[in-house]
Structure formats: C-alpha cells, structure tokens
C-alpha cells in the first residue's frame, strides 16, 4: 500500500531559529510531491510543488528538496516566525490512480515560541 | 475571491439523521473532492469528481454520496448518520488532473 510518513510528529522551536521536516514515501510512480501548510481550524493550502525531476524549491523563507532515488523530501524553515506555527503536511500523487490520487501524510505539527 | 466555500462550518447530529455538506467553488475547476481528517491522521478521500455529472469512489466512500451537476457544485450527502462519521470534512478543487489543489475551510461534524 502507498505510504506517505512524516517526521517528528510534532516539533517545538523558538522564534527565529531553523528547522527541518521529513517525508518518506512509497509511492511509485508519482508525478508530484506537495508541502501544505494547515493553520489550526483551516483548510491546507500549497506551499510548494515539485515534480520528479526537481530537487529543489523554495517558497520565500520555505525550501522543499527532493531525492526521488530514496523517495525523501524535506520542507526546510529559515528564521521561523509565530506565524509558522502549523501543521505541515506531505502529499504525493499517485500515477496509477485513474482519477487523482493524492496520498497524505499525517502532517508534523510545528510551535514556534516566543 | 471566495474559491471554495463548505456550508455549514460546524453541525451536530444525531445518530440516524441526514445531512448534506454543500461545496461550491467559483474558479470553473474541472476536478473536485471531498475528503475527511480525523484527529492525528492524514487526509482521506470520499469521493471525486472529474466533471459535472462524473463522480467516483475515493478510499472511504461507504456511508456517503454526492452528486455533480454543476461545474461549481459538489454537494456530499451523509443518509444515515453514525458516530465513526465524526471528523472534518475538507472540499477542495483543482483545474486539472495532478495539480495544485484548493481547500475550503472545513465542515467540523460531530455525531451523537
């Protein structure tokens, strides 16, 4: 069964530093490889879209790599901010699904303190 | 600018009742979904729709239906309410097969 695993589950920071989140996944093939950024109570939205042949992209202070060798990705924060604090979520889509599959990670909860 | 919008934002109901979840979404997108987060899981699809009048099952579609015959609507329809339909329940749309898509803000039901 495709999977999509994420990690650490949950991260706690302070204001201003880095941090790096993980995603593995089993998927094959895929097409693209999705970082979504899920404020409390909200619906997730788009941070960044890399297809199988970038190995990297960044969005402003967000950097997403990708190895599709190992199937990891990561979404790298620089100099976090309160605004940060979110669940963010990995979503690759799944070529063999007639319609649109996109297989969702569990997300890695993030809390950015002051 | 209102993309997707999901009415109610919040409901509670009763074992046995019906309901529907209304989804509509004004950026003429071909494709649209419904899926279910429950608590410390990732998202799961119920049902898509590659156009009006196509609908088709996702990985957990017992207990639920929809329908398409617009292109902006993708009402989903909960017949016989049970408490494992507890969760929050996320439209979202995209223009295109493989492509970036777009959320409303959630339906949060609780089943009693």
């Known amino acids: 069964k495709n999977q999509v695993e994420q990690s650490p589950q949950s991260l706690i920071i302070l204001e201003g530093k880095n941090c790096t989140l993980q995603c593995n996944y089993t998927v094959s093939p895929f097409s693209n490889l999705r970082w979504y950024k899920q404020d409390t109570g909200r619906g997730p939205v788009s941070l960044t879209i890399m297809t199988f042949s970038e190995n990297t992209k960044s969005n402003g202070r967000y950097t997403a790599t990708l190895d599709a060798d190992t199937k990891q990705s990561s979404l790298h924060i620089t100099a976090s901010q309160l605004s940060d604090s979110a669940s963010y979520i990995c979503v690759v889509i799944d070529r063999n699904q007639a319609g649109t599959a996109l297989i969702f990670g569990k997300g890695t909860t993030l809390s950015v303190s002051s | 600018n209102a993309g997707v919008t999901q009415t109610p934002k919040f409901r509670i109901l009763k074992i046995g009742q019906s309901m529907t979840l209304q989804c509509t979404q004004d950026m003429n997108h071909n494709y649209m979904y419904w899926y279910r987060q429950d608590p410390g899981m990732g998202l799961k699809l119920i049902y898509y729709?590659?156009?009006?009048?196509?609908?088709d099952k996702g990985e957990v579609p017992n207990g639920y239906n929809v329908s398409r015959s617009t292109t902006e609507d993708f009402p989903l329809r909960l017949e016989l309410a049970a408490p494992s339909q507890t969760s929050v329940y996320f439209c979202?749309?995209?223009?295109?097969?493989?492509?970036?898509?777009?959320f409303g803000q959630g339906t949060r039901l609780t089943v009693v």
């Open positions: 729709s590659v156009g009006a009048g196509i609908t």
């Open positions: 979202a749309s995209s223009p295109f097969r493989d492509p970036e898509a777009f």
